[in-house]
């Protein structure tokens, strides 16, 4: 019997559109996302991968795109192309509120535990409908 292989899919976070479309991003974010790209560019030309994003992102992609310059804007569009699946919206507020008061208590409790920059934030609604989706 042949191997066989499954397809891998991502599911994405704006943040690998955005550190390869942005030119300021910092530098070690910048080079994981364009490697990311690179390898996974590679792996749907073999038909070993497909891309999946939230529909939360596009929304926050889009308002995103309102600060961003023109060049930039057409980067992340040429990325979203590529995306084989939009998985639509299936949460409800008390799973946003749920997944928002969990990451309150890694904050309050375990910051210093995982090394988290002392900017950390509470996870957003944005933030949230995209973690549920994947």
């Known amino acids: 019997m042949g191997n066989i292989t499954e397809t891998k899919v991502y599911m994405l976070d704006t943040n690998v559109f955005r550190y390869k479309s942005n030119p300021r991003a910092h530098k070690s974010y910048k080079k994981a996302a364009k490697r990311f790209w690179r390898d996974v560019l590679q792996e749907i030309r073999n038909g070993e991968s497909v891309l999946y994003i939230p529909k939360e992102l596009i929304r926050e992609l889009e308002v995103q795109s309102y600060t961003l310059n023109q060049k930039e804007n057409q980067r992340i569009a040429q990325l979203l192309e ?17 997944i928002r008061k969990m990451a309150a208590y890694v904050r309050s409790g375990y910051k210093s535990d995982i090394n988290a920059a002392r900017d950390m934030e509470y996870g957003s609604i944005s933030d949230a409908r995209i973690l549920l989706a994947a």
Request: proline share 12%; glycine share 0%; hydrophobic share 30%.
């Open 82 to 98: 590529l995306v084989e699946e939009t998985v639509p919206d299936l949460t409800t507020p008390e799973m946003e509120h749920q």
